[in-house]
């Protein structure tokens, strides 16, 4: 963020600013980038805006996406999104409107923003305020997937609990991640009201954006944790988080406000969210199955939830990443779920699940499989 130094702006506005330091931290060149709100020249009146740089990723051809929100109008703030090439000069300017134009989003300095390892677009989090879901007094959070032309694809809110007698609801949102198996991963956590102030939430998302788990991670240490960033590490639910802890005496005493970074192996609970879709009765979508462990182990068991179980026994086809079945095997019907035994001999990849029932298929997910 700069001070709209060199850009002819007055008066003072912020605006996004790029700087380019080589690997011994001298200074190979810096730009600053108009902010989006004012206009130059004699005709436009003065007005003062703010846009702020929240995050920077890899874009094809050597360039660069900055992300950010800018202020669009003197009350609301809407995301902003600037490619440029590897030395700076932009290419292309575009604002993002996950919930339209009225709403009030940004990504504050604790949203994440990546792009798909497969190309095919930008995922991006942050807070959004929505007249239509409690207006001003609810800060909601937010995941969005944009393709390469920086379209909106699709959106999932977290929506912010307001219990009776709360005047307002924040819901944190922090960085997003993307897993192996291209699912993605969000943490996020009430902070006001917040009932318990040790936990909070990593949800995960399909890659079409569909809530189907939520992993609650206790800290043991903390009267209250705040995560500000956080990463995923291999495996389903090992995470490292970093931010800030409060600690408290039996009799709620202030005692200390620290530093914290702790390492989690697995949540302390989860809680799997059947998927479902809005289609014609009777139909059952492609897709439309939670399957979990990820990754999975060669000779391990993975159980899939069915948007609507069948009732009993089916067959599960595995296909490799050349479209190739490789195994076939029964899937047993366990609590509401089916049980699928993977093969000892089945080779480490990603792989296709494929649920047939009558002999056709009625649903389909990816599985990814490590070695042990």
Not at 195 to 214: C, D, I, K, W
Not at 285 to 293: C, D, E, I, R, S
């Amino acid at each position: 963020m700069g001070d709209n130094s060199g850009t002819g702006q007055t008066p003072v506005s912020n605006h996004f600013s790029l700087v380019c330091l080589d690997t011994a931290g001298v200074l190979r060149w810096q730009r600053n980038y108009l902010n989006p709100v004012i206009r130059l020249g004699a005709q436009f009146p003065a007005a003062v805006a703010y846009a702020y740089l929240r995050r920077i990723v890899e874009a094809p051809r050597r360039g660069w996406l900055l992300l950010g929100d800018a202020q669009r109008d003197s009350v609301n703030y809407q995301l902003y999104a600037l490619e440029v090439d590897s030395g700076g000069q932009p290419r292309r300017a575009r604002w993002i409107e996950p919930f339209g134009r009225a709403a009030f989003v940004q990504m504050f300095a604790s949203a994440g923003a990546l792009r798909l390892r497969n190309g095919s677009g930008y995922v991006v989090s942050g807070q959004a305020q929505l007249d239509s879901l409690g207006g001003r007094a609810r800060t909601h959070g937010f995941v969005a997937r944009l393709d390469t032309a920086l379209r909106v694809v699709w959106r999932t809110l977290i929506e912010a609990p307001l219990p009776a007698g709360s005047a307002t609801a924040l819901q944190f949102t922090g960085g997003v991640q993307e897993a192996a198996d291209g699912s993605l991963r969000v943490l996020t956590f009430p902070v006001t009201p917040r009932p318990a102030p040790n936990e909070f939430e990593v949800l995960h998302l399909s890659a079409q954006g569909r809530l189907t788990r939520r992993d609650t991670y206790c800290s043991q240490a903390l009267t209250a944790a705040l995560p500000q960033s956080w990463q995923l590490l291999p495996g389903d639910s090992t995470i490292v988080v970093s931010g800030q802890g409060r600690q408290r005496s039996p009799t709620g005493q202030l005692l200390a406000q620290p530093a914290w970074l702790a390492s989690f192996e697995r949540p302390c609970r989860s809680q799997f969210v059947p998927v479902v879709s809005a289609v014609r009765p009777g139909a059952v979508p492609a897709g439309a199955v939670v399957l979990y462990p990820q990754p999975a182990a060669p000779g391990g068991t993975v159980r899939l939830a069915l948007a609507r179980p069948l009732g009993g026994a089916a067959r599960v086809q595995l296909l490799d990443a050349l479209g190739r079945a490789v195994a076939a095997v029964a899937a047993e019907p366990v609590g509401g779920e089916l049980a699928v035994a993977l093969p000892a001999g089945l080779a480490p990849g990603l792989y296709a699940v494929r649920v047939l029932a009558a002999g056709r298929p009625v649903a389909t997910a990816r599985l990814l499989v490590q070695a042990p």
